[in-house]
């Protein structure tokens, strides 16, 4: 048997797994020797117990799913002392679903501080340990990367989810607002906290969806001719002063790779209204950080980051009348970006300001993702670039709301040009 099982995608292995050429016992050891030896430079879980990975994998291998006992759960600490040593009794809604269609849960990966925050936990890049691999979501996006998950799943509030997939050269998907539930996931913002979902494939992508209920209001159009023929918008986005030379050349080279292969490409702006966006979410996800982080604060302000604590004392001085006019603002955006929206395939915009930044201490710029996680849109990172040290840079397919199968169909003819043709790989 091959020790190279672990790179399998999650569609490469359960296509194995209902053929009857590989046992999920016989994957999940691989992931796990993998892991063993990749932790101690990558650092990408905060917990896992090999022999509960197992226990579960041969239940998988060998019991009928209705005849399955329960499993102990893993604690929970949103890496905070604040909730050392804690561990739920339930497991959250996302985690519920996959152990319902039969998924591996492998174990924590780690994040920020309550995945709210911008200073790194110990997780490195695999592709560059002296880099940071992104934030909050750091475990998820590197553990991908590195071959030690095929999927896994993280939050996005700001740019959790989409920043550590570029940084870490993996495909991310952030769904439409609300559309896969939230439920036993600790709260940063109602408005804005949403499932992330991490693959390096599509297909892997579209896998997770069926599980979660992703679903269109029409069936998605899927090409048989790849990109030719689709009608795309490139968005640079009002913050388009922050990109550095790697994104810039990423959005000449993905535009360029487009057009090449049949596809109409049209740069759009946004409209005038749209100026406030990014500060509406910030207003807002600050606001809400102080209803959110407010318990731990009265309990334990000395253990908590010294971030959220200004969240909770309002050193970032929004009103409650800044607060209201934000949550109407955004509210009456999503409407008119779903109209632009809905003119094209997909809007091109990009992901990160640049490559994974030196060192990590910090998780980086979220400041390309923040509006679109207000405005509830499906987005998905595509990988396939690099910056000036040969760090992986993706860039970012937006669509209307309630468009994330549609969205999923382009990603797939997209991505197939970008990694083929773009100037990066994964030298993992």
Known sequence: MSNDLYRFTATEALKRFEDGSLKVSEYATSLLDHIDQRQPAVQAFEYIDRSQVLQQARALDDVPKDKRGPLHGMPTQHNSPIYKDD??????????MLRAAGALILGKTRTTEFAATVKGPATTNPHDSSRTPGGSSSGSGAAVADFQAPVALGTQTGGSTIRPSSFNGVYAMKPTWAAISREGQKVYSLILDTLGLYARSVDDLKLLA????????????????????????????????????????????????????????????FPADFDRLPDWHSCILKSDGRTAF????MVAKDKLDRSLVEHVEEAHGYTRGAYVEAFEGVSALR???????????????PSVPDEAPEGIESTGSAVFNGMWTALHVPV??????????????????????????ALLEVAKVVGEIWEREGDWRSKL
């Open 335 to 349: 409407p008119k970006w779903d109209a632009i929206a809905r003119d094209y395939d997909a809007v091109i915009v």
């Open 294 to 297: 407010r318990p731990e604060y």
């Open 380 to 405: 998905i990172n595509v990988p396939g670039f690099q910056g000036e040290h040969g760090m992986p840079i993706g860039l970012s397919l937006v669509a209307p709301r309630y468009h994330d199968q």
């Open 210 to 269: 069926e599980v979660f209920g992703l679903k269109d209001e029409q069936p998605p159009r899927v090409s048989t001719e790849g990109v030719q023929g689709m009608k795309f918008a490139l968005l640079r986005t009002m913050v388009w002063d922050q990109a550095g030379p790697g994104t810039r050349d990423a959005m000449k080279k993905g535009v360029e790779l487009l057009k090449s292969h049949g596809a109409e490409v049209k740069e759009i702006a």
């Open 87 to 96: 561990q739920p009794e339930l497991d959250a809604a996302s985690v519920i």
